[in-house]
């Protein structure tokens, strides 16, 4: 392709701010050749100001289009005015909170459209909504290629939704194998707490009450664990105050700490012990993948892309979802057996090394537009 034409891609997105799927948008453009691409942001709803600092390109502009709650065609008004204006050649949808604007981008004639299906929607955890598989259905003739983050997704999408498999490509989630890594001196932590760690957003598909309900049961069970056993939980959202709750009913707040939201969990990672992700469905989670490279076990939910990521007693354990006793049993197994959790960590990190690299992520997308591209030049579709 020619440096002297860098074609645009507009990224759009519910709202940009903290999370895994934007954290992977970051990561993606601050990773692929300037000399390549532009980009733009697109938030349909609003922005996070200090989250967007994290792009570290500074030809990257962020537009919000201030979409009020419900229906507000006006928005969508303003979206196809803007894309009119800025003519992307690549538009870039994710998940169902921007699905209908792959129709807008047609409306405004942008040749190339592509949707990323990253998780699950609160209002569908499986994806069985009917009315959410008929809106897929229906703009996927407009859709170039259809992203799937796990091969769970991308099997949804073929067979639920009867998108064309030719249509649908797969893409895991890459980390940063660089930034997130183990602690250089691991012998400073020896004798010290036994640190239980969980990041996400606290809200229902992620059901950050079972592991709650979990280490409860752990410290139940198990009182000689209280001298040495503590909780961390790394995100905020609408279930805090209940999750506050809880742990005040169950007298354990001592034992618990609620971080809220933190820009950059690097640091925090390299704490912990054990991660646990107790999701009722994810994508690929970019926390295990986060949380393997920092050279942790991983305690997860059998659901989703999380199988496709965690083998269980070689990299850590799966679990049922919504099941606290098998979820605390899980937990107590790298309680006492710390010479486990270590053999594990280190195997998981091994794997993210090998199959879910940054650069390889990169790779595929860089690939993925690029073909689009040479399709669009040769008049195809």
């Keep these: 392709m020619s440096t002297q034409y860098r074609p645009l891609i507009a990224h759009v997105i519910y709202r940009f701010d903290i999370g895994g799927l934007e954290n992977g948008l970051v990561n993606l453009i601050n990773h692929l050749p300037g000399s390549a691409f532009r980009h733009a942001v697109i938030c349909l709803t609003d922005f996070n100001p200090e989250f967007s600092q994290r792009i570290s390109r500074d030809d990257v502009a962020i537009y919000s289009l201030k979409k009020r709650p419900g229906k507000d065609p006006a928005a969508y008004v303003r979206l196809w005015w803007l894309l009119r204006k800025l003519k992307p050649a690549i538009v870039h949808t994710r998940n169902i909170g921007t699905i209908d604007c792959v129709l807008i981008a047609a409306m405004a004639g942008v040749p190339i459209r592509i949707h990323g299906e990253h998780g699950?929607?609160?209002?569908?955890?499986?994806?069985?909504?009917?009315?959410?598989?008929?809106?897929?259905r229906g703009i996927t003739p407009l859709v170039y290629r259809f992203i799937a983050l796990s091969q769970h997704l991308a099997q949804w999408l073929e067979k639920q939704v009867s998108v064309p498999g030719g249509k649908v490509v797969k893409i895991c989630n890459g980390v940063d194998i660089d930034r997130f890594c183990p602690p250089e001196d691991t012998a400073e932590k020896t004798g010290k707490s036994f640190v239980i760690g969980s990041v996400g957003r606290l809200e229902a598909v992620k059901d950050p009450l079972t592991l709650i309900e979990a280490f409860i049961l752990l410290l139940h069970d198990r009182p000689d664990l209280r001298s040495r056993v503590r909780l961390a939980i790394v995100g905020d959202g609408s279930l805090r105050r209940a999750?506050?709750?809880?742990?005040?009913?169950?007298?354990?707040?001592?034992?618990?700490?609620?971080?809220?939201?933190?820009?950059?969990?690097?640091?925090?990672?390299?704490?912990?012990?054990?991660?646990?992700?107790?999701?009722?469905?994810?994508?690929?989670?970019?926390?295990?993948?986060?949380?393997m490279a920092t050279g942790l076990p991983v305690v997860a939910t059998e659901v989703g892309g999380n199988t496709e990521l965690v083998s269980s007693y070689q990299t850590g354990i799966l679990v049922p979802p919504c099941d606290p006793e098998r979820l605390s049993r899980a937990m107590k197994y790298y309680i006492?057996?710390?010479?486990?959790?270590?053999?594990?960590?280190?195997?998981?990190?091994?794997?993210?090394e090998t199959h879910f690299s940054l650069a390889g992520m990169v790779d595929n997308y860089q690939a993925m537009y690029c073909g689009a591209l040479h399709t669009m030049q040769k008049g195809g579709h």
């Design 336 to 352: 006492d057996a710390p010479e486990n959790a270590r053999l594990h960590g280190a195997q998981g990190r091994r794997r993210v």
């Design 243 to 291: 999750i506050q709750q809880r742990v005040d009913e169950a007298r354990v707040s001592s034992y618990v700490q609620l971080h809220g939201a933190v820009n950059d969990v690097c640091d925090l990672m390299r704490t912990m012990d054990l991660f646990v992700l107790p999701s009722r469905n994810e994508g690929i989670s970019n926390t295990i993948l986060e949380a």
């Design 120 to 136: 699950w929607d609160i209002f569908d955890l499986h994806g069985t909504r009917r009315s959410y598989r008929w809106l897929r």
